[in-house]
């Protein structure tokens, strides 16, 4: 088995790009308090907003979905689950909320990583939540043909209960040396507990779940406020070109796992980016209408855009009243409606209108 030492990170040169988003993310950090302090009422309504689509985007990427408006009544305790998928959306929501309000006191030890699993699995009535896996296996590729093929084969089982122990105790001590950059050393441990694969099943939501823990460990909350999970699922072609690129030559200590770093470094750079718009929308509650913060937000978008969005985007107004400003919008000319039912979006109407 392949040895785990995040100290090395240290030794490594890292290229203008990493070090740009760095930077950046950093000075974010540090403004993100001063949001936190000026605005806490406000800003509840984003974190009801991103659990709704942690949630959601997260066991989409899985294949794991249901409706939109399930979703929200599965979100709030309103129902029971009707299907396996939505026992699976049940699992992460009770995850999520427990790292949502316990993060620093959820250590990164594999005895926790396992009580995780167990509540991730355990509305499924899956035996082997909470265990490791019990037989090997395989990261595979579906060709075009429709042929599939093993892509990658993870450590197996009878290796996986000291692996993890290892980039656990790796990570604690590197953390603690503070040597590394967190933003480096939290992808890292990610892209080797990836290549583990160190569950039956679970993994991808796991690795996200892990994700947004050390990042609020770390102090980097934004996961609370705009959904990192969501921003994911945005660009999950990147994101699977990228765990593809992350396990070549990992058995044997030459991997590499910048590209995974990279991508993920843009991922919470993105959402602190919006993160910054939506604290903007909400500071100009005070001096316009919600008509006027609607406006100001439909005028800036390229391409369609849904209700659901703009709902999203402008936490300071009301469901109610932000459809009413999208009506009236649209009958003055700004944006037009295009599509019925669940199938509706809006585009700007200078985008369609000679």
């Known amino acids: 088995m392949r040895s785990f030492d995040y100290m090395q990170l240290a030794k490594k040169m890292w290229d203008g790009e990493i070090l740009s988003y760095i930077a950046k993310i950093h ?12 605005k806490p009422v406000e800003l509840e309504r984003l974190v009801e907003i991103a659990r709704i689509q942690s949630t959601e985007a997260s066991n989409k990427i899985e294949g794991i979905i249901t409706t939109s408006t399930r979703i929200r009544q599965l979100m709030e305790d309103k129902t029971t689950p009707r299907s396996r998928d939505e026992r699976e959306i049940i699992g992460y929501r009770n995850v999520l909320n427990t790292i949502h309000e316990n993060h620093d006191y959820i250590p990164v030890k594999p005895a926790y990583i396992l009580q995780l699993h167990r509540d991730l699995l ?6 082997y939540g909470g265990h490791f896996k019990n037989t090997q296996n395989y990261i595979n590729e579906t060709k075009s043909d429709g042929t599939v093929v093993t892509r990658f084969t993870p450590l197996a089982p009878f290796e996986t209960p000291a692996a993890v122990e290892a980039i656990c105790d790796s990570y604690r001590y590197t953390l603690a040396m503070e040597t590394v950059d967190p933003l480096i050393l939290i992808p890292a441990f990610i892209s080797d507990f990836l290549c583990i694969h160190p569950f039956n099943d679970g993994n991808g939501r796991m690795s996200r779940l892990l994700t947004l823990l050390l990042l609020y460990q770390n102090g980097y909350e934004v996961g609370k406020f705009i959904s990192i999970e969501k921003q994911i699922e945005n660009t ?21 796992p910048t590209p995974f770093i990279k991508y993920m470094l843009q991922v919470i750079l993105a959402c602190y980016t919006e993160f910054e718009e939506r604290v903007g929308l909400i500071s100009n509650r005070g001096k316009s209408t919600v008509y006027d913060i609607v406006k100001t937000y439909v005028s800036e978008k390229v391409g369609k855009f849904t209700s659901a969005e703009v709902i999203a985007a402008c936490p300071s107004g009301s469901r109610s009243a932000i459809l009413a400003a999208l009506r009236r919008l649209a009958a003055e000319q700004v944006i037009v409606k295009c599509g019925t039912g669940r199938n509706t979006f809006y585009v700007r109407w200078d985008a369609i209108k000679p």
């Open 27 to 38: 000075e974010c950090k540090g403004r993100q308090q001063l949001f936190i302090r000026q």
């Open 122 to 127: 355990k509305p499924s009535g899956l035996s």
């Open 236 to 256: 999950k072609d990147t994101y699977y070109d990228v765990l593809a690129r992350i396990d070549i030559g990992w058995h044997k200590e030459q991997n590499d």
